[in-house]
Each structure stands twice: as structure tokens, then as C-alpha cells.
């Protein structure tokens, strides 16, 4: 008896040597405890290394801290966290827009076309993602843009991540069956594309109204449409508006437009204010279109969009928000800024120029002399929290520019950094450097190591307007960009850290969510995961730790601002 309780106590006392050994080199990862989400939290962003998640947590696990891991460790790992997500996606949301990882359901705001499985493509094939990559192909057999699940949506997100992702995929494995659909999506495309001058600029609004392929187009929001005046108005009805196929446009709740009969004689209506990227960010994917298939109704859509643009009167070369569309000018009242409304017109400005094999000069101009105004009229020298850092504000036309910074913005390092490295002068990288530290500054300054949406650097400190992180791609493309420009070491470190914090903070056992609050460590997950998270974010992640530079190789192609290669077009054949 008196033995067994010495095992007892030997066996007690190994039990906890060996616990105080595991915590002391913090190898103290949990079994599968089966902790539910609702009890899970992340822990504080404080931590040096991943500790204390559940099971279906990454485990870094190749030396005790993360910053001894070796590039392609790094690399495995994010690879890993891709393999992660995707197979997520498929379990619980096959087939449908995005995922939505806490209540392991699914959305279908892109129409219900699998937005993350088709703009998951071209990240599947850089990672050799063979299995992955076979089932979604064998899904898109029976794609097609007339089985959506919901009735409206953006013909900027359709383009950039739909039809992005099909071209750019068929010009890496010639796999036909991507063509045919990426032809039937640009087809839908040209719906939105009138003819004649007045249908320069396209509608934004892409709506299927039956099954039968009945699809209109149309400006999204009736509040800013269908503007009027009259000397006198009685109340009857006006004829309703209709397109140039006789049918009536909807609003965003399925409603026909309805205006107010008038007695009166000299009435007017414009019809609509329109933000300038939707309108400015097409022609990439629609050229690329045009160089696959031999077919030039895509090429000359976006030529006339972009001739038409490039008319319009700007301001120190930069552009407001909006602009008129049947007055020919911007909109005087909107915002300047690279943010939200316009931020990829000027991404694509310069990517116009390179895709054209360089022969496209007058995107050239414009992109130089945006830049130029970008430089004099939108930065600002802020003291916050003891450090110096340079804010990309915005203004308007001729009002004080503020220092309210969009993350949406920090796409700007990334362009100015690929026009330098074309040739554009070296101020161009040193502006690039200066915002890429102020982008970063918005990771490092949250106790979360996430950024927030929207920033106000004040002489007293950082004001958070907009608390929210979406698993945003800008900052992660630009240290990218910046890396393979520069090598300077130090851009791989700040990515490496921010990978971190969506590791701690947004992954979920299902996969990874937006954030409701950068600012606070316990803050809650929203349950959603965007398609740009695998197409752009973890993609980005992987190509700032690849050392092999032929991988997305720069003097090759052009990464669409949903990060999808897209080939120089060296063989230039007009469709410029």
C-alpha cells in the first residue's frame, strides 16, 4: 500500500515538472479542447509568438520565436493559412460568394457566383495547389452568369475579381473552358456599354431580372439620380426612364425609377452622379479580354471610357470622387484623395500604360502629372505620438487638405514604387517610402497589430474614425511591391509581423474574419471573409517571401488591383 502511494506521488510530481517544463518553453499548445467560438478570444497582440489557441489554430512552430523562421518556413506557413482558408471556404460556403466563418454559412452579395472560388484561382496556381485548383475547374463547368442568386451587383467587383481572375488564369495553363466563361462574363460587360457618345462612361450596376439571360444596367442609387428641376410640378406621373434596349431601370430594392409628371414647360433632369474607379477600373480585364480572344467590342468599350476621363478637367492632375455623367467634368462638391471612389483610377492609369508594352503615353501624362499633385496638395507633415509621419490626406477642390487617411490608400506605395521601377523619376520612390511607413504605422499603433479602416493623425495622437479591419490587401501588396523594388529587408519584417496579428486576431476555426475593433485585443469577429483575403491578401503575404523574381515576374505582367497577372502586351496590336 505504502509503495503505491509513492508511484502516486512520482507519478503527480512527473505530471508537473513536465507542465513547467512546456510553459517555460512556451510549447504549451492546447489539445483539442473542443472550445466553442462563442468562448473563444483571441489573446493580446502583446504575444511574441502564437500561444494559447485551440487546435485548429497555426502553429509556427519551426524555432521558438517567429522571427527565427527561415524565408521558406515563412513561406510554408502562409501557404499553409491559404490551404486553410480554402478548404474552409469549401466545406461551408461551395459555390458562394464568401465565407462566413463563425456561423459556418455563406453569402452571396456578388450575385452568387462564387466569387471566392473564382478569385481564388490564380492564387491556387501560384501555390501549385493541383487537387484544389481541379475542383474548382470541374465547378466552373457549369458556371454561368445567368444562374445568380441575387439580382444586383457592382460591374467594377464582377470585372476585377470575376473576369480577372478567368483571363489572367486562362493565359497561365491555356485551359480553354476559362475563356469561354470569362468571354460569357465580358459579354454581360458590354450590356453596361451603350453605343454612341453619350454611353462613354458605363452604368455600374449590373441587374439580372430573370433566368432567361434578361440583365439591365443601371446607376446604383436613385438618390443621386434623376435629378430635375422645373418652373412647376403637378402630381402625375412622367414616363419612367428607359434604356437603350426599352426597358426600365431599376433601383437597388427592384423597383422601377418613377419621376413626376410636370405641367410645366423648360424641365431638366441629369441622371446620375458616378464615382470615378467603377467607371475607371474595367480596362485592364477588358483588353486582356480583347488580347485572348481576338474580339476588339471589349478593348473599344474601355477606349472610349478612358478617352472620354481623360477629357475632363482636373485639378493639379488629380480628380474628384464623382463626376457627371452627362456634363463631362468631375463633381466640384466631392472629395480629392486616392481613397475610397477613386483610388484605383490612378493604380490603373500607370498599369494601362505598362500593359500597352508602353505605347499608350497619354496614360503616362496623366498618371505624372496625378502624381505630381498627389505629392504637392495631398501630403501632410504630422508630429503624432512622438514620431514624424507623412499623411496622405484628402480635400476638396480648394479647402484645407485634412490628415484623415483611408487604409484603402495605402495601395499608393505599391503604384508609385512599380512606376519607378518602369522609369519614373526617384522622388516617385521616396514619396512611396514615406507613405509606406505611415501605412505601417497604422498596424504597428493598434494593440490588435491590425489596422484599422480609417485613421485621423492629429498633433496629439492617432484618432481611430473607423474601426474595423476587413482583411484589407493594399498594405501587404505595397510592402510587396516595395521588397521586390527595393530588397530592402525591412518590408518583409513588417509583413511578417502583420501576419502575425491576422493570425491571432482574425483566424477562426473555420477560417479567417474581418474585425469589428483594432483597438481593442478581446475585440469581436464580424463573419465575414472576403474573397480578396485568399485572391489578394494571403497572395501577397506568399510573393513578399518568394526569392524566386521570375514568379510574377514585373517586366512581364500587370497585376489587376485584385492582384490577377495579366500579360504585357508585347506584341502590341492597337488595342490601345
Known amino acids: 500500500m505504502k509503495l503505491s502511494v509513492n508511484r502516486q506521488k512520482t507519478f503527480f510530481l512527473c505530471i508537473v515538472v513536465t507542465v513547467i517544463i ?24 502583446s504575444s511574441k509568438w502564437i500561444k494559447d489557441k485551440p487546435h485548429c489554430m497555426l502553429e509556427i512552430d519551426c524555432k521558438r520565436y517567429y522571427q527565427d523562421c527561415s524565408t521558406e518556413e515563412k513561406k510554408s506557413y502562409i501557404k499553409d493559412a491559404y490551404r486553410f482558408a480554402w478548404k474552409n471556404y469549401h466545406r461551408y460556403a461551395w459555390g458562394h460568394d464568401h ?15 462564387g466569387a471566392t472560388l473564382i478569385d481564388s484561382l490564380t492564387g491556387l496556381l501560384l501555390m501549385d495547389l493541383k487537387e484544389e485548383y481541379r475542383l474548382s ?3 466552373l463547368e457549369n458556371f454561368s452568369m445567368v444562374n445568380s442568386k441575387r439580382s444586383e451587383a457592382s460591374l467594377f467587383e464582377v470585372c476585377i475579381r470575376i473576369l480577372g481572375s478567368l483571363v489572367s488564369s486562362y493565359f497561365i495553363t491555356k485551359d480553354k473552358i476559362l475563356l469561354e466563361k470569362a468571354k460569357e462574363v465580358g459579354d454581360v460587360a458590354m450590356r453596361c456599354y451603350g453605343k454612341g457618345k453619350s454611353h462613354n462612361i458605363p452604368y455600374i450596376t449590373l441587374q439580372f431580372w430573370d433566368m432567361n439571360g434578361g440583365i439591365r444596367c443601371f446607376d446604383h442609387d436613385e438618390r443621386d439620380c434623376l435629378h430635375y428641376t422645373c418652373d412647376s410640378v403637378a402630381n402625375t406621373e412622367l414616363p419612367t426612364l428607359v434604356t437603350e434596349e426599352g426597358q426600365s431601370p431599376l433601383n437597388s430594392s427592384g423597383s422601377p425609377f418613377v419621376q413626376r409628371k410636370t405641367n410645366a414647360m423648360n424641365c431638366s433632369y441629369s441622371f446620375c452622379q ?17 488580347y485572348a480572344t481576338g474580339d476588339d467590342q471589349y478593348w473599344k468599350a474601355v477606349n472610349r471610357t478612358g478617352n472620354q476621363l481623360l477629357k475632363y478637367e482636373t485639378w493639379h492632375g488629380l480628380v474628384s470622387r464623382r463626376l457627371y455623367r452627362d456634363e463631362n467634368r468631375f463633381v466640384s462638391s466631392s472629395d480629392v484623395s486616392t481613397g475610397p471612389g477613386v483610388d484605383s483610377y490612378y493604380e490603373y492609369l500607370l498599369k494601362q500604360w505598362a500593359q500597352s508594352n ?39 477642390f480648394n479647402v484645407t487638405v485634412t490628415t484623415e487617411l483611408h487604409h484603402l490608400s495605402c495601395f499608393l506605395p505599391a503604384t508609385l514604387a512599380l512606376g ?4 519614373m523619376p526617384y522622388d516617385h520612390l521616396t514619396l512611396a517610402e514615406d507613405i509606406m511607413r505611415t501605412c505601417y504605422f497604422l498596424y504597428e499603433s493598434q494593440p490588435t497589430g491590425l489596422s484599422p479602416e480609417q485613421a485621423i493623425f492629429r498633433f496629439d495622437g492617432l484618432s481611430v474614425s473607423q474601426t474595423e479591419n476587413h482583411l484589407r490587401p493594399e498594405t501587404i501588396e505595397s510592402l510587396f511591391v516595395m521588397y521586390r523594388v527595393t530588397g530592402n529587408p525591412i518590408y518583409r519584417e513588417w509583413g ?5 496579428a491576422f493570425e491571432r486576431v482574425s483566424r477562426t476555426c473555420f477560417g479567417y474574419s474581418a474585425v469589428q475593433d483594432v483597438t481593442d485585443v478581446h475585440t469581436a469577429l464580424t463573419d465575414k471573409m472576403e474573397s480578396f483575403y485568399l485572391a489578394e491578401t494571403l497572395k501577397y503575404f506568399y510573393l513578399l517571401f518568394e526569392d524566386d523574381k521570375s514568379v510574377y515576374n514585373l517586366d512581364n505582367i500587370v497585376l489587376n488591383t485584385e492582384a490577377h497577372p495579366l500579360p504585357i502586351m508585347r506584341d502590341y496590336n492597337g488595342y490601345y
Do not use: C
Open 496 to 500: 511578417w509581423n502583420i501576419f502575425q
Open 99 to 113: 465565407l462566413k466563418p463563425l456561423s459556418r454559412r455563406y453569402d452571396d452579395d456578388l450575385l452568387g457566383l
Open 420 to 423: 519607378h521601377y518602369y522609369g
Open 358 to 396: 508602353f505605347k499608350a503615353t497619354r496614360y503616362k501624362t496623366a498618371y505624372m502629372e496625378a502624381v505630381n499633385g498627389i505629392r504637392d496638395e495631398l501630403m501632410v507633415k504630422v508630429r503624432t505620438r512622438g514620431k514624424e509621419v507623412n499623411v496622405l490626406g484628402h480635400r476638396l
Open 274 to 290: 458616378v464615382e470615378v474607379a467603377p467607371v475607371g477600373t474595367l480596362a485592364l480585364e477588358l483588353r486582356a479580354l480583347s
Open 22 to 45: 512546456l510553459i517555460t518553453l512556451n510549447a504549451g499548445w492546447l489539445p483539442d479542447t473542443g472550445i466553442g467560438l462563442d468562448e473563444f478570444q483571441p489573446p493580446s497582440a
Open 137 to 139: 475547374l470541374e465547378w
